[in-house]
């Protein structure tokens, strides 16, 4: 072998080496969701449930290296307690979030505090519905990855309804007939458990999505602008008036104020009541009450005007949510790519009773999750009020204010009024 | 009435030698010492956060935002805050009720466990029992019992008291319902402090003023009672600091309603601070609900000290 042809050897050699360690190069970022085996190194990931996430980790972690260290608690004690360590630098890499600004902790307080990771350009954000950009978005970039949706629905005993001859009612003129003819059947229609103040949200909330963001779209725009408040819009008028009158007519059980929210899902299990209005999410607790299971319970969109096509149903998401300070910020990021796959995104959601919030998640075949489709595809939901208010004390004081009226204590007016001096205090 | 009963604390010497003047003891450095460990970690952990915290109450911290020095406008707002006055109305009232009745019962159940009654000590277990449960789970449990058509109302129904049922949460008497059962949470604390103390009572002054021919009555108010006032005085210390700063059972079984007619104080500090993350004015309610227990244990303290009697 002469000495050019040495070199020319050496040169091949050098430029295939070279070539080949460029293209690993190149291929190195796009492949970190394809092969992340290297990220090793520990993911801190605080949320509220077990259910769903836990069985999702074994895989993350022998493919990626990472170990991941879980905290679980309660929404609303998770984020007290993350919005102190996020003020202290000690929050975890990964987190859970509530929508819109419904908490100091939510992911647009967040965001204006500088606290959460741009996820604009991550791979599954392409498959978040546009329907959710107000709870998530700030200067067109995406900051929160939508884990699952929630509806807020009435759920039937199968039993009851057939015991009263009634279907699940589309329009509010038949939700009443079907209220009488099961009051007749000697059931209790509905069962409201308001000794929770928290349960008086979901009826509300029902009614409102279709009589104030299905008939006044501009409301919360005009709110904001000045031009409207709550004792001027008819759709919230309206909304607390049916919702009174379905406890002054007599459809609910005797003593709603008395009743923790459990109890009145218990009822609904036994057959003692026939309707309960809950978010999705409280279907697994449900279910557990009915002796037969799915078998015994049905769902519907609750209508609150006489065209079907007008009813719209709560939907919100759960988030989680990236730390800007996170420790670990790539393995955060490979988990969020991880669980976006479409069927761990549709596992994640039926084990929390909920539906899948990406659009390219496999669809889960349920009762709740069949109700809903048609009202998802025709883009007929709202997010759950709270979550588009710009703060939690205004839901509080709508919260106390209906349980005051079923008191006796204040009228509707009082109630609308309690709402816009919550709102005022809160936008100052 | 033969029984000598002295005043306030004993200065009486440590030991005496008959013919001599008793000597006293020493006071020695040593202990101070022994003290300084806790003292350090009590000063880190709860009184440096404590007052740090406090200058909170002076500003308007909120969610992130670190906010400036408002004087005492938090505080302002506190007086023309409409739930927090109703608050801090229902908070005195439920101080004044469980401290009255809770010591009352508890006086009434360890006089009668301090008798010779048969399975007394059974009894006394029993009425204890409930303070080894967390606040949690007494207002869940009570919740449930309260429930409308729960065990509460059977039981009364079944006692052919049907007319006593009612909203018991619903409505408001729900205050009432929970004093009941915090009352039955923590009267057993109450009983084993006065059973301590009536244990350290001589039976000897009872039985000379028997012999003297007091009745049970006389006896009572006359020897027994005057004996128990440093149990009085620690019961009631005890009773009204934790009935001022009560929130588990009223977060636990209504939340603070319906409407606003369970709110406490603490309650309202707790939703203003870490729910809606409104620092500043959390904070000033805390300072002023530790002012207003501070003031009230100072006088409490002050009156009860003057009854003590020792034997």
Not at chain 1, 150 to 159: E, G, R
Not at chain 1, 401 to 426: F, H, P, S, T, W
Request: overall charge negative; some cysteine; hydrophobic content about 45%.
């Amino acid at each position: 072998m002469s000495h050019r042809t040495l070199i020319r050897l050496a040169a091949v050699a050098t430029a295939a080496t070279l070539a080949a360690s460029l293209a690993a190069c190149a291929s190195g970022d796009a492949a970190a969701g394809d092969d992340p085996g290297s990220l090793g190194g520990t993911l801190t990931l605080a949320t509220s449930s077990e259910a769903g996430i836990s069985p999702l980790l074994p895989d993350f972690e022998s493919d990626t290296g990472v170990e991941v260290e879980t905290t679980f608690a309660e929404a609303g004690a998770l984020g007290e307690q993350l919005t102190i360590q996020l003020n202290a630098g000690t929050a975890p890499d990964l987190f859970r979030s509530a929508p819109g600004r419904a908490a100091p902790s939510a992911v647009l307080n967040l965001v204006d505090a500088g606290k959460l990771l741009d996820l604009s350009g991550q791979p599954w954000a392409e498959h978040v519905p546009s329907a959710f950009a107000p709870l998530q978005e700030a200067d067109g970039k995406l900051y929160a990855y939508p884990t699952f949706g929630q509806a807020i629905l009435a759920f039937y005993n199968v039993a009851a309804f057939d015991k009263a001859g009634v279907e699940p009612p589309t329009t509010w003129s038949e939700l009443i007939d079907v209220l009488d003819a099961l009051k007749a059947a000697g059931v209790t229609p509905l069962s409201f458990g308001f000794a929770d103040n928290y349960v008086t949200q979901f009826p509300t909330y029902a009614l409102a999505s279709s009589l104030v963001n299905g008939l006044e779209p501009d409301f919360y725009d005009e709110l904001a602008s000045g031009e409207t408040s709550f004792a001027e819009s008819d759709g919230w008028r309206e909304t607390f008036e049916k919702l009174f009158s379905l406890i002054d007519d007599g459809y609910t059980n005797a003593d709603p104020l008395g009743t923790p929210g459990d109890p009145a899902m218990q009822a609904v299990g036994t057959g003692e009541a026939a309707i309960v209005i809950m978010p999705s999410g409280a279907a697994p607790t449900l279910v557990g009450f009915v002796p037969d299971g799915w078998d015994g319970l049905g769902v519907f969109a609750l209508p609150a005007t006489d065209d079907p096509s007008e009813t719209f149903i709560p939907f919100s998401p759960d988030y989680l949510v990236v730390n800007a300070d996170a420790k670990n910020r790539d393995a955060a990021l490979a988990f969020l790519e991880h669980i976006s796959d479409p069927d761990r995104a549709s596992e994640l959601a039926e084990a929390q009773g909920a539906i899948p919030a990406l659009k390219n998640a496999t669809p889960i075949d349920n009762p709740v999750n069949e109700s809903i489709r048609s009202y998802l595809q025709e883009e007929h939901t709202s997010p759950f009020q709270n979550h588009i208010w710009p703060g939690g004390q205004l839901a509080a004081a709508m919260m106390a204010g209906i349980q005051q009226v079923i008191q006796g204590e204040k009228d509707v007016d009082g109630l609308l009024a309690d709402m816009d001096a919550a709102y005022a205090e809160i936008t100052g | 009435m033969t029984a000598v009963l002295s005043r306030g604390r004993s200065d009486a010497p440590v030991r005496s030698v008959p013919g001599r003047p008793a000597p006293r003891r020493r006071p020695t450095v040593a202990p101070t010492w022994f003290l300084l460990p806790a003292l350090v970690v009590y000063a880190l952990v709860v009184l440096y956060p404590s007052l740090a915290g406090s200058v909170l109450a002076f500003t308007d911290r909120s969610g992130f935002d670190p906010g400036e020095w408002v004087g005492l406008a938090n505080f302002e707002k506190l007086l023309r805050d409409d739930a927090a006055r109703a608050a801090l109305t229902n908070t005195v009232a439920v101080a004044v009720v469980i401290t009255v009745v809770q010591t009352t019962l508890g006086l009434l159940l360890a006089l009668a466990l301090n008798s010779a009654i048969r399975a007394r000590n059974l009894m006394r277990t029993l009425f204890f029992a409930p303070m080894m449960l967390s606040p949690i789970i007494v207002g869940l449990l009570w919740q449930y019992i309260y429930t409308p058509g729960g065990p509460l109302d059977s039981t009364l129904e079944g006692l052919g008291l049907g007319f006593l049922t009612r909203s018991w949460l619903g409505s408001d008497g729900a205050l009432w319902a929970i004093v009941a059962s915090i009352i039955w949470h923590h009267v057993g604390i109450v009983m084993a402090i006065y059973l301590a103390g009536l244990q350290s009572i001589p039976p000897e002054l009872t039985e000379a003023a028997q012999v003297d021919g007091a009745g049970a009555v006389r006896r009572f108010w006359y020897v027994t009672r005057p004996l128990l006032g440093q149990s009085t005085t620690i019961v009631i210390a005890l009773t009204l600091t934790a009935s001022f700063k009560l929130f588990d059972q009223m977060f636990v079984m209504t939340g603070g309603g319906p409407g606003v007619s369970t709110q406490t104080l603490s309650l309202v500090m707790y939703q203003q601070a870490f729910v809606y993350g409104e620092y500043g004015y959390g904070t000033a309610i805390a300072l002023v609900l530790t002012m207003i227990v501070a003031a009230v244990v100072f006088v409490q303290l002050s009156i009860t000290r003057r009854g003590e009697h020792q034997v």
